[in-house]
């Protein structure tokens, strides 16, 4: 706290001021401790003091409090005092009671809580600052901008009803301020009642104090009453706020467990991914090893053919061998104890058909090296089928992937032709429609003129008899040529709405058929994708079928070879447990295939769902045809019907005309006589 003490004095020198020694002492004090309450209170501060510490205060210094109560400050310096906590943002309670401050300084308290938004507690008792109306309207309108007082003390200010009322308007308007003392000042009834009526509006408001003012107790009790629930909605909105606070962190928690089983979720597919590299990788070296282990094999049958003749010098130690190898044959492998009876009773028939025994040792071992060789290009062929099968398979995947946008644009196509259709033929109609209705009008108003022109001659019949007759005439003649144009007329147009009718449908008939051959179109790749799967799916089997005789082939090998000599019987082992990897690779890889073929599967069925699809809108699309078809059937009858009303209103009107005219002959030959 050096920095207040020091710049406090470096101020005074600057602009000449004699420093107070009370204040010099009491800073200095506070520049020895640790504390943040600069409290001057009983301490007579003047102008010039007052200026240089509103100056200190605006620098933000570690000061959060500012006691200056009882201080006897003039207005003047109250209001440079405020000046530079207006530009502070650290200080949160000022306590300025006791000062008897006036209108000036209450100006300047309302201007300072308009510019300051940091302040928290204000302490105001024993002023006077409810005397002047103007100064007061300014102090509410400060704390109506004010966001961030919370507690406000103004005991015993001489504030009368008018500036309850002003205080009302504030709390309306006021969302931070959660006490307020007002005790022992003059609101009055009416004063209470405006702030009852503020607080039902007002939801920050916890507690309110304004006892000692003539208010009635109804009225305090209403008071309370308002705060109290204002309380209770203040401590549920914390706990909601609470409670969505903690349920914000969960759903961080989880989404941040999602993120982390995401990239487990990667990490451990690049897991698989290097496995599965590294057992391809593996595969191809037991290829090899399998290739080495057959020559060795090869070796190993060359090296039985020279034991075999050392067979007849070490028959006794072969026998001692061969009871050994049935005691753990029998402990180890019961389902060999057949063969290796049989075996002992071949070495015993040896003893005395050893000629016939070299030659079938000499069969066998060419049927063990064709069968190896058969066996070597078996597997050849196996991975051979199992890469056309996954060349097959991606072939599949990129023609239904090629069946479905040409599918897709197909719709598209047909639905962009339908609604252009559709938009012309409802053209089509309007204008038809458009005519009729001109049609309908023109012979309207050509019927309301023969009938104006009738009524006028009917008054001047008597004097135009001769004039009439011939005009008559001249009328029926332009009748019968209106009604013969008009004829030939509705010809022409029921001839060109028939003509355009049979284009539009000969047009949407051909686009169906077009369309129709598309699905079959489709429907046939679709047919040769699935006979291509099925040919892959045989392939597997055969590929199957082929794997169990080889494996059959190598059980037999095995147990042949394990029958012959104990020495080559751990290599034989050896190798039997590579061809088994080899072959649970191969039932690895059979399960891959038929998780491809479920995959097609899937497709296929998209694809069956998307040609129902297609089916169902060209359904739709045809009903809306129909129905397209009805509407022009509707307007065809309800032209033929208008042009019957027209008929019959054109025959009425020429019976009436003669009649007209032959009772008006018969007056005239009346008349005559």
Known sequence: MDETFTLFVRLCKEHGIIAQESIINRLRELSHGSETVLDLSNHTLTIETCAVLGKVIAHDLAITSVLLSDCMLDEEGAKLLLAGLAENTV?????????????????????????NQTLEALFLEWNSIGIWESSFLVFCEGLSFNSSLQHLDLRNNKIDHTGAKELAIMLRN????????????????????????????????????????????????????????????????????????????EIDILKSENKQQLVQFLNEMELKNSQMNVCNDSNKKTINHLQ????????????????????????????????????????????????????????????????????????????????????????????????????????????????????????????????????????????????????VVELRSRMEEIRKSEEARNSNMRMRQDALANELSELNAKLVQERSNHDDELRLQRARLKEEEQAQASQLQEKIRSLMSENSENLKQISLSSSKLEEAHATKVATDIELDGVRRILNTVQRQLSNKDADTEEKISHVRQELNKRIEQLMHDSTQCSVLREKVTCLEKRLEDQAASNKDSLQEKEKIIDHLREQLRMTKSEMERVKEDELLRATSLQNAILSYVQGVKKSSSTTNL
């Open 174 to 249: 006021n969302t931070a301020l959660h006490t307020l003392d007002l005790r022992w000042n003059n609101l009055g009834l009416v004063g209470g009642r405006a702030l009852v009526d503020a607080l039902r509006q007002n939801t920050s408001i916890v507690k309110i104090d304004a006892s000692g003012n003539n208010i009635p107790r109804d009225v305090m009790t209403s008071l309370e009453n308002e705060a109290i629930h204002n309380e209770d909605k203040v401590r549920l909105s914390t706990n909601t706020y609470v409670k969505t606070k903690t349920l914000s962190k």
């Open 292 to 439: 080495d282990t057959l020559d060795e094999r090869k070796s190993a049958l060359n090296a039985l053919r020279a034991k075999l003749d050392l067979s007849e010098t070490s028959l006794q130690l072969s026998d001692e061998k061969l009871k050994d190898q049935t005691l753990l044959l029998e402990i180890s492998r019961k389902e060999n104890v057949e063969i290796s009876t049989k075996f002992e009773n071949q070495i015993k028939q040896e003893r005395e058909q050893r000629s016939q025994l070299e030659n079938k040792l000499h069969k066998e071992l060419e049927d063990t090296q064709d069968k190896m060789n058969d066996y070597r290009t078996k597997l050849i062929e196996v991975e051979r089928k199992y890469t056309m099968q996954s060349d097959q398979v991606t072939s599949l995947k990129q023609q239904v992937a090629e069946l479905k946008s040409e599918h897709s644009v197909v719709l598209l196509d047909y639905d962009t032709r339908m609604e252009k259709e559709r938009k012309a033929w409802n053209e089509e109609m309007k204008s038809l429609k458009s005519t009729h209705a001109n049609e």
């Open 91 to 115: 200080v949160r309670v000022l306590d300025l009671r006791g000062n008897n401050l006036r209108q000036v300084a209450t100006v300047a308290i309302g201007n300072f809580l308009k510019k």
